[in-house]
């Protein structure tokens, strides 16, 4: 069985492994992420990024009780772990677990898992969306979050690569030594912990990426694909160049693409064919250059209110609260 497929696209040849290969660029494995994980080198990964399985009972998934779910995940974590760097970080990114109606926010359950196995907790990312389902029962939900955690106190943290603009780049000190100087940073302002749609992009206060919806460029057939954009984000600030990054549930390949983009070395295993064929794809057209993407930092297009969808129908005029 080989291992490698050479792919040619219109600029580079490039080969896809579908085994562990040291120094390889990819590796996408079809398969158990449980299994694979084992044929991996310890300590040799740099940033393990994913969005596991929230056990809500999507396609690929076998609905289990919240304790057998988490039992399972906690195998797979402890493995990661040991193939993680000391320097190497770990980004969960979650949402909820529902049942009969009650919601179980999965980040909350694994932050004990991870606190367990001695990790450390840098940040809890807010990625907020503006769209989704409209709930009858409870608030929308229009968030999830990322666990961001370190392996050890000597972790890899770029600031400088992700800053965004500062709101008021020209706000100078107005007591002190440094009275009259320029009080921000001319690469701009750290992005925070809150990843918003913007209202106005760069300048606003939040950032948010679009949820993975039908009218993205980005969008497969996956039901629960995130934004290049997002893992971009992750990459840049706890990576460098050649460096190791691995999802364990890679779905469709976003992480591979994302890494690829950043001159990465990318590790993807995911269990349903479907998917493992898209990502080939995808990865194909990116080395095709024909890939479409949000560009880091496009502005989120925002209703100008002269559409006719963004105005109140005549219909609705006359209803009161
Ligand atoms: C939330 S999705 C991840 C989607 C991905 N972030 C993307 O952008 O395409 C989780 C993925 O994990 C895969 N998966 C679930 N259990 C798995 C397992 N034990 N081994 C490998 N993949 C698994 C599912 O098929 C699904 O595609």
């Given at each position: 069985?080989t291992?490698?497929?050479?792919?040619?696209?219109?600029?580079?040849?490039?080969s896809i492994?579908?085994?562990y290969?040291?120094?390889?660029?990819?590796?996408?494995?079809?398969?158990?992420?449980?299994?694979?994980?084992?044929?991996?080198?310890?300590?040799?990964?740099?940033?393990?990024?994913?969005?596991?399985?929230?056990?809500?009972?999507?396609?690929?998934?076998?609905?289990?009780t919240?304790?057998?779910?988490?039992?399972?995940?906690?195998?797979?974590?402890?493995?990661?772990?040991?193939?993680?760097?000391?320097?190497?970080?770990?980004?969960?990114?979650?949402?909820?677990y529902?049942?009969?109606g009650?919601?179980?926010?999965l980040?909350?359950?694994?932050?004990?898992?991870?606190?367990?196995?001695?990790?450390?907790?840098?940040?809890?990312?807010?990625?907020?969306?503006?769209?989704?389902l409209?709930?009858?029962?409870?608030?929308?939900?229009?968030?999830?979050?990322?666990?961001?955690?370190?392996?050890?106190?000597?972790?890899?943290?770029?600031?400088?690569?992700i800053?965004?603009?500062?709101?008021?780049?020209?706000?100078?000190?107005?007591?002190?030594p440094?009275?009259g100087?320029?009080?921000?940073n001319?690469?701009?302002?750290?992005?925070?912990?809150?990843?918003?749609?913007?209202?106005?992009?760069?300048?606003?206060?939040?950032?948010?990426?679009?949820?993975?919806?039908?009218?993205?460029?980005e969008?497969?057939?996956?039901?629960?694909q995130f934004?290049?954009?997002?893992?971009?984000?992750?990459?840049?600030?706890?990576t460098?160049?050649?460096?190791?990054?691995l999802?364990?549930?890679?779905?469709?390949?976003t992480?591979?693409?994302?890494?690829?983009?950043?001159?990465?070395?990318?590790?993807?295993?995911?269990?349903?064919?479907e998917?493992i064929?898209?990502?080939?794809?995808?990865?194909?057209?990116?080395?095709?250059?024909?890939?479409?993407?949000?560009?880091?930092?496009?502005?989120?297009?925002?209703?100008?209110?002269r559409?006719?969808?963004?105005?109140?129908?005549?219909?609705?005029?006359?209803?009161?609260?």
């Amino acid at each position: 069985m080989t291992t490698e497929k050479k792919m040619t696209s219109n600029s580079e040849t490039y080969s896809i492994y579908t085994e562990y290969a040291k120094d390889e660029k990819i590796i996408l494995h079809h398969g158990d992420s449980l299994m694979f994980l084992k044929t991996l080198p310890d300590v040799s990964i740099n940033l393990i990024v994913t969005s596991p399985p929230y056990n809500i009972g999507k396609d690929y998934e076998e609905k289990a009780t919240l304790e057998v779910y988490l039992k399972n995940q906690e195998n797979i974590i402890k493995l990661l772990y040991s193939k993680l760097k000391s320097e190497g970080s770990i980004c969960w990114e979650v949402g909820n677990y529902i049942s009969n109606g009650e919601i179980y926010p999965l980040d909350i359950y694994f932050y004990d898992i991870f606190k367990r196995i001695g990790m450390k907790l840098r940040n809890r990312i807010v990625w907020h969306f503006g769209h989704g389902l409209h709930c009858k029962n409870r608030f929308s939900g229009r968030y999830e979050t990322i666990l961001w955690f370190t392996k050890s106190d000597n972790y890899v943290f770029n600031l400088d690569s992700i800053r965004v603009p500062a709101k008021y780049p020209g706000k100078r000190a107005y007591k002190g030594p440094n009275k009259g100087k320029l009080s921000g940073n001319p690469l701009g302002k750290n992005p925070s912990d809150v990843w918003k749609i913007l209202e106005d992009d760069w300048m606003a206060a939040f950032w948010e990426f679009p949820n993975v919806k039908s009218n993205h460029p980005e969008k497969t057939i996956h039901p629960c694909q995130f934004p290049i954009e997002l893992v971009e984000r992750c990459i840049l600030a706890l990576t460098n160049k050649g460096d190791y990054i691995l999802d364990p549930f890679c779905g469709v390949g976003t992480t591979l693409i994302a890494g690829l983009k950043h001159s990465r070395k990318v590790i993807g295993v995911e269990k349903e064919v479907e998917y493992i064929k898209i990502a080939r794809q995808r990865i194909r057209q990116f080395f095709d250059g024909d890939l479409k993407f949000r560009p880091l930092g496009k502005k989120v297009y925002q209703p100008t209110g002269r559409e006719q969808v963004s105005k109140v129908p005549p219909e609705w005029k006359d209803y009161k609260k």
